[in-house]
């Protein structure tokens, strides 16, 4: 498998069943993300709850202009299913400190798509790894942009969660 499709991730990880597995039916297509955090998994996942308010990317892009919080909101980190998360998710299933599972609602535009943002601890402290399924209309303009835009995208969201966890463990924040 290329970079484009498994960037960060293991084989043994990519060989796993996810959540996202669960949200949309076979036949699909996936790519996978992942990045080592030097923080406990509790603080790691509390900032993956963020995006219900931003996509910690490339603001300019994908947030108008407005730049991601670089503090921990804890009303965020209250999860019902149902809930927005980066305006165009829907909340399907979660397990604080293991996972958020989110759902496109704009199918017209992207297509069918399920994700898993996991946190797992590592040596390090914590790990996201990310399993991104999707189905795109052989016609979609979305299937030559889509996973390498992902890619640019998610890269640069998951290494801002790693930098603001990482800081925030480092300065010796408590997580309440």
Excluded at 98 to 125: K, M, W
Aim: hydrophobic residues 40%; contains cysteine; positive net charge.
């Amino acid at each position: 498998m290329n970079v484009i499709r498994t960037w960060g991730s293991t084989a043994a990880e990519r060989d796993e069943r996810f959540p996202c597995d669960r949200h949309l039916d076979p036949p699909y297509e996936c790519c996978f993300r992942a990045v080592d955090v030097a923080a406990p998994v509790d603080t790691t996942f509390r900032w993956l709850c963020q995006l219900r308010v931003a996509p910690y990317s490339y603001d300019w892009i994908d947030n108008w202009g407005r730049r991601s919080p670089e503090r921990r909101n804890p009303e965020n980190e209250q999860l019902e299913l149902g809930q927005r998360f980066c305006t165009i998710f829907r909340l399907v299933e979660f397990e604080r400190n293991r996972h958020v599972t989110l759902v496109i609602d704009r199918t017209q535009v992207f297509g069918e798509v399920a994700v898993t943002y996991a946190v797992r601890e590592s040596a390090l402290g914590s790990r996201i790894l990310v399993k991104l399924n999707y189905r795109l209309g052989r016609r979609s303009p979305m299937r030559f942009i889509l996973i390498p835009g992902d890619l640019i995208m998610m890269r640069k969201q998951l290494l801002n969660f790693k930098r603001l966890a990482e800081r925030e463990h480092a300065a010796g924040l408590r997580v309440s």
